[in-house]
């Protein structure tokens, strides 16, 4: 691992004097040419001590690998170091052999444009042992590959994947007669990550051959590749150590080709301390004695499937275990009881996947763990899923009702990736969306079968429709399906484009096509592609003969599909209709936030599907298509019988991805009959959500008048049903946002309390037994809101309830607050408190081991309005002694910044500790995410230049993402300029008419 360096103390601001001039300071005069001879001698000394440490490194401690071919691979003795060299045939070594090749040249690379390995080898098979040494002080690891090769085309190299290991030996072998071949050279290319073996004779095509290879690596802190984690247990600290691979961090564990579509068969053996346990991808069939470690075992791994290097996993720890059948879950031992949920679940889902896709699961069991610290939420490693305890570990009275749909969301998410993912695997990280929007989507479908009360796939609108909208409103947004070459790239395409989108237009697609017609083509796509890579056309054709087969569908789905994948962006349709000929124009042109007409004409066009309804018909339950705009931008119809005084919705249920604008009448009806108490629920609830989101982001992006949008916005008053106010809430909250350091932010707050006000009193603050996720999470979203806007009433029974916790004679065994309220709790008595409140919430964080309470104390520590607390709160993020752990930074800068009050301040702190930050978190991914969040507020033109100016001096390496950071504040400024005083003037005349505010 590469070490940052000091900063360097330059006092004056210049850099340091790097000439070497023929005077010193102290007077002492050299020649020119007596200090090129230093210079020579210099350069020829640190050459002859790289050579020296290459080849006499520090000897593993012992000779700990067995066999895993008949080619026996080099190893370093206890005693001596045996220095084998590469080119030689074994039978002739002696101790003096000395290597004649070129070793660990780093050659001269120009600016990368490409990372794919060249196409000349594949790899068949791995064999992996691993040897992991977990205690405090080394944390290392030994590993020894055998790679058998497959030549496609003659070559005389060999490039490969390798990051931050140090090779101890390179072999190469002739697979049929076993005869070494002589390596004249290894090289490194860093920026692409490849190590280069350059061989004296040429390898021939359809041959087999064997790498071998031994080396040493770390057990990083930086949460990817094979990295080590630590939790507590009754005072000690216990160690572990496992993988995170997705999406180009194998190469950190093993050497190997690093691609999804170089699939290969591995067999994993790996030592671990006798009182230890360690899983992989397959079933252990085989233990047996270490030979020279004494409290080591080893355990040996079947042979896997033909998979991707990422999927690989590999985990030893201490943990607890449970099982039903072919299903394990692991977690940490006081903790275990807490994943009794996922195993009862995930047998569920998998038995429903089994059936949706018509394929058995091809392996023998499937493992889940929660582990301390995990990058990410969860990843779908082949048999052997991974995940944070958070998304993994729900304790029925402790853990939020919320908490149970979270995790069987995940659950279902990773095991829908079994099959779309893992048996099939896109060929390149183009397509990741193939992975991501399919297991996004089938995470809904799946648990909505298996949990049939929770109605999850009305909240999927919400989650994966309404909430893309807002990125793929940038111009900055991406194509689902985009060229990336480097690791940074690749990382940055893991966003809600690839998740989110890439999810609701599979959403559309099979409303589109029909559920008969969807599903069968699913299941040919994987049968056609198993245990094999396929492109997004792959999908697209099978889908095609399917419907053509069924005679569903008379498009290919390639044209209508790619549309959406091979697009930046998401089209608005605009509706008008002629009242007194009765023809209906229907209009396309991309939505972006920052509305600039003049480029209308270079604007994409789409492929789409347009269902509709009218006042008289109220059918919300078709959502095939009635009609199509087939890449055109505009299309006239006059057969569709609406009467004038009759308001018409098109798409319906929101299926498709798309915004809708009316004439100005329409949404005149639309806002009469919304506001009409005894009419609004002839509308179904998606669409009254679709109308309210639809019009405020209208508004916002100058395309609707904001008094419309906002006359629609108060038809909420008489709503109870969760969608469509969580629409409104998240719709108003940007609104809440700008105007939250302005002058007439009261008007705003007592707008949206007398809203909200009687839904607050119909759900209460009493939690039934049995209640349902979605009116859960609907009491959250009220509550939190009513006390975020300073509601009296709500403000003192939260302060009440924190302050009866506080007084209790054991805090930590005796809380009488429900789960599900106690977010609103605990930030109210943070907020309105001092250092004693805020520090009483610290120690509760530092002694919680219940993962949903630690991550609930993590988001409330950040409500003070104390900013020497906040400050003290950020300094603490960065601290590896605090208790926060790494991959909980990002939500300590969110939970800072979620106020007017600390957002500067996050802000101040993000750019003063920019360098100590980028050290610290050792992720791009995770800079991005910090540096979106403590941006989300500005929306000044000076907030603007200063951003800027920031990017430009220090960000330059964070690529998309901070351009559409940068992008968004833009838009917040632009926003301002155009709707503030229009928003202020609909206020202060609304609060005018109602004086019961």
């Known amino acids: 691992?590469?070490?940052?360096?000091?900063?360097?103390?330059?006092?004056?601001?210049?850099?340091?004097?790097?000439?070497?001039?023929?005077?010193?300071?102290?007077?002492?005069?050299?020649?020119?040419?007596?200090?090129?001879?230093?210079?020579?001698?210099?350069?020829?000394?640190?050459?002859?001590?790289?050579?020296?440490?290459?080849?006499?490194?520090?000897?593993?401690?012992?000779d700990h690998l067995a066999n895993v071919t008949k080619y026996e691979l080099t190893h370093c003795d206890q005693s001596k170091l045996l220095v084998i060299p590469l080119n030689t045939d074994k039978s002739v070594l002696t101790e003096s052999s000395t290597p004649n090749y070129t070793i660990n040249t780093t050659e001269d690379v120009p600016t990368v444009t490409d990372?794919?390995?060249?196409?000349?080898?594949?790899?068949?098979?791995?064999?992996?042992?691993?040897?992991?040494?977990?205690?405090?002080?080394?944390?290392?690891?030994?590993?020894?590959?055998?790679?058998?090769?497959?030549?496609?085309?003659?070559?005389?190299?060999?490039?490969?994947?390798?990051?931050?290991?140090?090779?101890?030996?390179?072999?190469?072998?002739?697979?049929?007669?076993?005869?070494?071949?002589?390596?004249?050279?290894?090289?490194?290319?860093?920026?692409?990550?490849?190590?280069?073996?350059?061989?004296?004779?040429?390898?021939?095509?359809?041959?087999?051959?064997?790498?071998?290879?031994?080396?040493?690596?770390?057990?990083?802190?930086?949460?990817?590749?094979?990295?080590?984690?630590?939790?507590?247990?009754?005072?000690?600290?216990k160690w572990i150590a496992v993988t995170q691979f997705q999406a180009t961090d194998a190469r950190r564990a093993f050497p190997c080709w690093d691609e999804p579509a170089l699939k290969a068969r591995f067999t994993i053996s790996i030592a671990r301390p006798v009182y230890m346990t360690s899983v992989s991808n397959m079933n252990i069939i085989k233990r047996d004695n270490h030979s020279t470690l004494s409290d080591y075992v080893w355990d040996h791994y079947a042979e896997s499937l033909p998979m991707s290097t990422y999927l690989v996993a590999f985990a030893v720890t201490d943990f607890g275990s449970k099982s039903d059948q072919n299903f394990t879950v692991w977690a940490r031992k006081e903790a275990l009881t807490s994943a009794e949920y996922a195993l009862d679940i995930g047998p569920k889902i998998l038995r429903f996947l089994?059936?949706?896709?018509?394929?058995?699961?091809?392996?023998?069991?499937?493992?889940?763990?929660?582990?301390?610290?995990?990058?990410?939420?969860?990843?779908?490693?082949?048999?052997?899923?991974?995940?944070?305890?958070?998304?993994?570990?729900?304790?029925?009275?402790?853990?939020?009702?919320?908490?149970?749909a979270r995790v069987a969301a995940v659950v279902a998410h990773e095991i829908a990736h079994q099959w779309f993912g893992n048996l099939v695997t896109p060929a390149w990280w183009s397509d990741i969306w193939l992975n991501e929007g399919f297991a996004s989507y089938v995470e809904y479908v799946a648990v909505d079968a298996v949990e049939k009360t929770w109605k999850l796939m009305e909240v999927f609108v919400l989650?994966?429709?309404?909430?893309?909208?807002?990125?793929?409103?940038?111009?900055?947004?991406?194509?689902?399906?985009?060229?990336?070459?480097?690791?940074?790239?690749?990382?940055?395409?893991?966003?809600?484009?690839?998740?989110?989108?890439?999810?609701?237009?599979?959403r559309m697609m099979n409303h589109f096509l029909t559920d008969d017609v969807f599903?069968?083509?699913?299941?040919?796509?994987?049968?056609?592609?198993?245990?094999?890579?396929?492109?997004q056309r792959d999908l697209w054709s099978a889908l095609t003969n399917a419907a053509r087969r069924k005679g569903a569908f008379d498009a290919d789905v390639a044209v209508v599909m790619d549309s959406w994948t091979l697009q930046t962006g998401f089209p608005v349709l605009t509706i008008s209709r002629n009242y007194s000929t009765n023809v209906t124009q229907f209009r396309q042109e991309r939505f972006v936030l920052i509305n600039n007409t003049s480029e209308e004409q270079k604007l994409p066009v789409w492929w789409i599907p347009v269902s509709y309804t009218t006042a008289s018909e109220k059918d919300f339950t078709s959502t095939r298509p009635k009609l199509w705009l087939r890449g055109e931008r505009s299309i006239e119809v006059n057969n569709i019988t609406v009467s004038q005084d009759d308001w018409f919705i098109a798409n319906i249920q929101q299926t498709g991805f798309y915004r809708i604008n009316y004439d100005r009448y329409n949404w005149q009806l639309l806002v009469k009959v919304l506001n009409d108490q005894s009419r609004f629920e002839d509308i179904h609830p998606i669409n009254r959500a679709q109308i309210v989101d639809d019009a405020m982001n209208l508004a916002l992006s100058g395309r609707l008048d904001y008094?419309?949008?906002?006359?629609?916005?108060?038809?909420?008053?008489?709503?109870?049903?969760?969608?469509?106010?969580?629409?409104?809430?998240?719709?108003?909250?940007?609104?809440?946002?700008?105007?939250?350091?302005?002058?007439?932010?009261?008007?705003?707050?007592?707008?949206?309390?007398?809203l909200l006000t009687e839904a607050v009193k119909d759900l209460g603050w009493e939690v039934t037994a049995n209640e349902s996720v979605v009116r859960a999470q609907h009491r959250v979203d009220l509550l939190s809101t009513a006390c975020h806007l300073e509601h009296m009433d709500c403000m003192e029974h939260a302060v009440r309830m924190y302050n009866s916790w506080m007084m209790s004679a054991n805090p930590d065994a005796y809380n009488e607050i429900h789960a599900?309220?106690?977010?609103?709790?605990?930030?109210?008595?943070?907020?309105?408190?001092?250092?004693?409140?805020?520090?009483?919430?610290?120690?509760?964080?530092?002694?919680?081991?219940?993962?949903?309470?630690?991550?609930?104390?993590?988001?409330v520590l950040g409500c003070t309005r104390a900013p020497y607390l906040l400050y003290r709160y950020l300094e603490l993020s960065l601290r590896n002694d605090s208790g926060i752990r790494k991959q909980d930074t990002v939500r300590v800068f969110s939970a800072v910044a979620g106020s007017a009050i600390g957002q500067p301040i996050a802000f101040n702190f993000v750019r003063a500790n920019w360098l100590r930050l980028k050290e610290y978190v050792g992720s791009v991914s995770t800079l991005n995410s910090i540096l979106k969040v403590v941006t989300r507020r500005l929306n000044q033109p000076h907030e603007y230049e200063e951003l800027k100016r920031f990017v430009a001096e220090s960000c330059g390496e964070l690529g998309r993402p901070v351009q559409q950071v940068l992008e968004r504040t833009a838009a917040n400024v632009q926003w301002m300029e155009r709707n503030y005083q229009t928003i202020v003037d609909w206020l202060l005349a609304a609060e005018k008419g109602a004086k019961n505010w």
Request: include cysteine; glycine fraction near 6%; proline fraction near 4%.
């Open 707 to 754: 008094r419309t949008a906002l006359d629609i916005s108060s038809y909420l008053i008489h709503e109870r049903s969760y969608v469509p106010w969580k629409a409104g809430l998240v719709a108003l909250g940007y609104i809440d946002t700008m105007l939250s350091k302005g002058a007439y932010y009261l008007e705003y707050k007592r707008y949206v309390l007398n």
């Open 354 to 404: 089994e059936d949706y896709y018509k394929i058995t699961f091809p392996l023998p069991k499937i493992d889940m763990v929660a582990l301390p610290d995990f990058k990410a939420g969860a990843m779908e490693n082949w048999g052997l899923l991974t995940f944070r305890e958070i998304a993994m570990l729900y304790e029925s009275g402790s853990s939020p009702t919320t908490a149970k």
């Open 820 to 859: 599900d309220v106690r977010s609103t709790v605990y930030c109210v008595g943070v907020q309105v408190g001092g250092a004693r409140e805020w520090n009483f919430a610290w120690e509760r964080f530092r002694v919680a081991s219940a993962p949903s309470e630690r991550e609930l104390l993590l988001s």
């Open 1 to 62: 691992m590469t070490q940052a360096r000091e900063p360097l103390n330059i006092m004056d601001g210049n850099p340091p004097n790097c000439d070497f001039s023929t005077k010193t300071k102290r007077g002492v005069y050299l020649s020119k040419s007596l200090a090129f001879v230093i210079l020579v001698i210099f350069a020829l000394a640190l050459v002859a001590t790289s050579f020296l440490v290459y080849n006499f490194a520090a000897c593993p401690q012992t």
């Open 115 to 237: 990372v794919r390995l060249p196409n000349n080898i594949k790899p068949d098979r791995y064999y992996i042992e691993l040897t992991p040494y977990i205690f405090e002080g080394n944390f290392t690891f030994h590993g020894k590959t055998s790679i058998v090769l497959t030549v496609k085309n003659d070559t005389q190299q060999v490039t490969f994947h390798s990051v931050e290991l140090n090779f101890t030996s390179i072999e190469l072998f002739e697979q049929s007669e076993g005869k070494a071949l002589k390596i004249t050279r290894r090289s490194e290319d860093v920026p692409r990550q490849f190590c280069i073996i350059t061989l004296a004779e040429t390898l021939k095509a359809g041959q087999q051959y064997v790498l071998n290879i031994t080396y040493t690596g770390i057990l990083n802190d930086n949460l990817h590749g094979f990295y080590r984690s630590s939790y507590e247990e009754k005072n000690v600290t």
């Open 519 to 535: 599903n069968a083509g699913i299941t040919d796509y994987l049968n056609a592609k198993k245990f094999g890579d396929a492109e």
């Open 463 to 506: 989650n994966e429709v309404q909430s893309v909208f807002k990125l793929d409103a940038l111009t900055s947004s991406h194509q689902i399906s985009v060229e990336v070459g480097n690791p940074e790239e690749i990382g940055a395409i893991f966003d809600k484009i690839s998740y989110g989108k890439g999810s609701a237009i599979l």
